[in-house]
Nanobody, 124 residues
Framework: QVQLVESGGGSVQAGGSLKLSCAAS????????MGWYRQAPGKAREWVAA???????NYTDSVKGRFTISRANAKNTVQLQMNSLKPEDTAVYYC??????????????????WGQGTQVTVSS
């Protein structure tokens, strides 16, 4: 069974930090190909950070230098350390496979598995 479970969200003031965790169950997931996404109210879901090309970390421009994606010791677990948080980081955060693999799975297999997400709220 394929399942994604995100945790670690919360409410912080601008400049604060949070660490999100994602547990992925199912043999289709690999920590070297996982990523984080977020969806703010009224906006489309966007990619935030991901391991690509066999494990190289990549980030969207708005979080570079502030967010760090990492693999946890537990199997199929990835984390997102978020520092210097800004109000514009407020969103529901989700994990899944990285964006390139996600596009491939969606187009070939109509893949649409997402977890419940974890809410991050940053106040000014």
């Amino acid at each position: 069974q394929v399942q994604l479970v995100e945790s670690g969200g919360g409410s912080v003031q601008a400049g604060g930090s949070l660490k999100l965790s994602c547990a992925a169950s199912g043999s289709i997931f690999s920590p070297n190909a996982m990523g984080w996404y977020r969806q703010a109210p009224g906006k489309a879901r966007e990619w935030v950070a991901a391991f690509t090309n066999g494990g190289i970390a990549n980030y969207t421009d708005s979080v570079k230098g502030r967010f760090t994606i990492s693999r946890a010791n537990a199997k199929n677990t990835v984390q997102l350390q978020m520092n210097s948080l800004k109000p514009e980081d407020t969103a529901v955060y989700y994990c899944n496979v990285g964006p390139d693999l996600l596009r491939l799975w969606v187009s070939r297999h109509n893949y649409d598995t997402w977890g419940q997400g974890t809410q991050v709220t940053v106040s000014s």
